[in-house]
């Protein structure tokens, strides 16, 4: 589903990203772990196609298309999806009217017709009883005034919603208590399935409690020093990363 | 007079007899008299005019050589509906330059409204009281040209407590074979305790000749009485305008001023005057200005506080686009005896073109002690991170801007109080940011 080959970037001329290679293929979850700075989130951002990176090397295939090719809205449409480490706040747009714009600009770009209202108000309640989003935040602005969790709860609602074929999830359960953190997780669980893959970015072992991965990468410097099962998130909960980054560094000197 | 004055086509006319000008039956000719002398003291404002500092009116004025024109002209019901907004229900009232076209219009009638043509309200006691009084109508060229030579517009009374149960739909039709300069003027008396709502539009045959409106309405709201004005200006490649509109409050009354420009006029300049003579009252002047091409929209307000324990709140938001221009002037004045004054202004807007350019200046004049007064302006981007966000949701880029635009005007929609106004005005600005 997504291959990403030798991928390098930079954003302000500090480069970020220095060869990542990985194979992601259809059903399956991969968690990226990595101590802070290590370019979790930039890889993340790149797969999205925020602009301020700049991608100097490398390729990145989705499902046989060039997606560094492809604007921010095409590759959602195609069906990447990113969860936001921190969902923005836009005061003044109705996350219900923000919704359908979204869930029609899919849809169109798939030659189906826009869905009706009625439809749409369907399909909306059965995502947000899916992943337990309260009906009180549907009509307000879009994440404005929302908690950490509120916000976290509403990607996976729209990730419901827009239903992608590859989910990126980015450090979404930073911020979250226990409860939350099941919620989310919950909601996660419930949209797996065999033609869905996801990509779960996390500092933390706790996570991968609740959405198990198939594999478990270590990111480091810009690049996957270590490729695991999920046995290998819990090395690194107990044993820290620092094993992992001298290894790296002797490595580097030979 | 500087010489540049002279060069403008319908200059000529000025110098005549203003007997010549207007019909022999008249009875404002005493009015119309003292009105063009002072203009011809002052003359056409020029950039060195305080209030004009970023308009140059005369470049304007000299684009085609316009006529005065004081001819009735009539209208069709098709070009009428093109100013039609869905679901509103109101009464129409169609102007056609200025002249009330009666067979498109449903006006309001029962006891204590009174709603005509200018020309045939002069004996009403709200016409003799209130004509011609607000000092800003006197002291601005353009007003005064506009007294002076105007030939006719909307008289409207409601005596004390009436209300009008739905709001008047007020649609000004330009049209004209040859360029002309046309000058409405209006008159809105609104009586102790009455309440009404009028949505002005304007609409804009298709047709080769440029008009020019130089307009002007005046705004009475006596005690605790209330008006929602809204002035949606839809333009048109071949309109220009200068609107004045110069209200007084007299005590615990509400005035709700809306406007709201969207494209294409070339010229817009809207003065708006509110003279505070009776305390306790609230004034909300709020506007949006989006403005594509090489528009230029100015918005000069000036809100007169007089009396103490008074409220405004005044807010306006730009959107720029391509080469517009625009210019916000809000003045506020309070006056020595105006204690307890809460006097707020805003000013944000977002330029989106290359060459987009926006002046805007706040002149605060606070002689009283004990007031609040704030004022505030930006001029900015998109957020970045709001945009990627829409984007990263599949929203297409035209889209996603046109989705964050309603939401930065979306504190000003907010407050229209005409669901189906709200809805209209929020869809033309979502289609325009579309295009």
């Not at chain 1, 969902?87 to 017709?113: C, D, H, Q």
């Not at chain 1, 609602?157 to 359960?173: G, K, R, V, Y």
């Not at chain 1, 996570?207 to 270590?226: A, S, T």
């Amino acid at each position: 589903m997504l291959t990403i080959k030798n991928l390098h970037a930079e954003v302000e001329g500090k480069k970020i990203l220095k060869g990542i290679n990985l194979e992601i293929p259809k059903g399956e979850i991969h968690a990226i772990m990595g101590p802070n700075g290590s370019g979790k989130s930039s890889l993340a951002s790149v797969l999205a196609g925020r602009d301020n990176y700049t991608v100097t090397e490398g390729e990145v295939w989705f499902n046989g298309k060039n997606l560094l090719e492809m604007s921010p809205e095409d590759r959602a449409r195609e069906g990447v999806f990113l969860a936001f480490q921190y969902p923005v706040e836009i005061p003044g747009v109705s996350n219900i009217n923000f919704l359908k714009t979204a869930v029609n600009e899919v849809r169109t770009y798939k030659g189906l017709p826009p869905l009706e209202a009625k439809e749409f108000l369907k399909l909306t309640k059965e995502k947000q009883q899916l992943v337990d989003f309260n009906t009180n935040l549907m009509n307000r602005s879009l994440n404005e005034g929302f908690s950490g969790g509120e916000k976290k709860r509403n990607e996976i609602f729209q990730l419901a919603m827009l239903n992608p074929s590859l989910a990126i999830l980015d450090e979404t359960d930073s911020g979250l208590d226990i409860d939350a953190l099941r919620i989310v997780s919950n909601g996660v669980n419930k949209l797996r399935d065999a033609e869905k893959s996801f990509v779960v970015i996390t500092h933390y072992q706790r996570l991968l409690e609740y959405i198990v991965p198939d594999f478990v990468h270590v990111l480091y410097n810009g690049r996957i020093i270590k490729t695991g099962t999920k046995e290998l998130a819990l090395e690194l909960e107990e044993k820290g990363y620092d094993w992992l980054k001298e290894a790296e560094h002797q490595k580097e000197s030979v | 007079m500087t010489s540049d004055t002279i060069m403008i086509p319908f200059y000529q006319a000025l110098t005549e007899d203003v007997n010549a000008l207007t019909a022999p039956q008249d009875s404002l000719q005493e009015l119309r008299r003292s009105a063009l002398e002072r203009f011809s003291a002052t003359g056409l404002p020029t950039l060195k005019t305080e209030a004009w500092r970023f308009t140059n009116i005369q470049r304007f004025l000299k684009e085609y050589p316009y006529e005065l024109t004081s001819t009735p002209a009539t209208t069709t019901a098709d070009v009428a509906n093109e100013a039609n907004i869905p679901g509103l229900d109101a009464y129409r009232i169609v102007l056609v330059n200025g002249h009330l076209q009666a067979d498109l219009s449903s006006i309001p009638e029962g006891k204590g409204i009174r709603i005509g043509a200018m020309s045939a309200s002069t004996d009403a006691p709200g016409f003799a009281k209130w004509f011609n009084q607000h000092t800003q109508v006197n002291g601005e060229p353009l007003a005064n040209l506009n007294t002076a030579l105007f030939a006719d517009g909307l008289f409207i009374e409601l005596q004390a407590n009436v209300s009008i149960d739905k709001p008047i739909h007020l649609i000004h039709v330009y049209t004209s074979d040859r360029h002309a300069f046309v000058q409405p003027r209006h008159l809105w008396v609104l009586q102790k305790g009455a309440t009404a709502t009028v949505i002005e539009s304007t609409v804009h045959p298709k047709q080769e000749a440029v008009a020019f409106s130089n307009c002007v309405t005046e705004v009475v709201v006596a005690d605790n009485a209330e008006l929602w004005h809204y002035n949606v200006q839809q333009g048109a490649e071949n309109f220009r305008q200068v609107n004045t509109t110069a209200a007084q409050q007299e005590r615990d009354s509400r005035y709700h001023h809306f406007n709201i420009t969207l494209p294409n006029t070339p010229f817009t300049r809207n003065n708006l005057s509110v003279v505070l003579h009776g305390s306790n009252t609230e004034t909300n002047l709020k506007g949006i200005y989006l403005a594509t091409g090489n528009q230029h929209v100015d918005n000069y307000t000036f809100m007169n506080h007089l009396v103490p324990n008074c409220n405004s709140n005044e807010h306006y938001k730009g959107v720029l686009l391509e080469n517009a221009n625009a210019v916000f002037t809000g003045r506020i004045h309070v006056h020595q005896e105006a204690q307890k004054t809460n006097a707020f202004q805003q000013n944000n807007n977002i330029l989106m073109g290359d060459k987009a350019t926006i002046n805007s200046q706040p002149q605060l004049e606070i002689y009283a002690d004990d007031v609040k007064c704030s004022h505030g302006f930006t001029a900015g981007q998109f957020s970045e991170d709001a945009l990627f966000y829409l984007r990263a949701r599949a929203i297409g880029e035209e889209a996603a801007k046109a989705l964050l635009v309603n939401a930065f005007t979306h504190d000003v929609t907010d407050e229209i109080a005409v669901p189906a106004l709200q809805e209209y005005i929020q869809g033309q600005i979502e289609a325009i940011m579309n295009n």
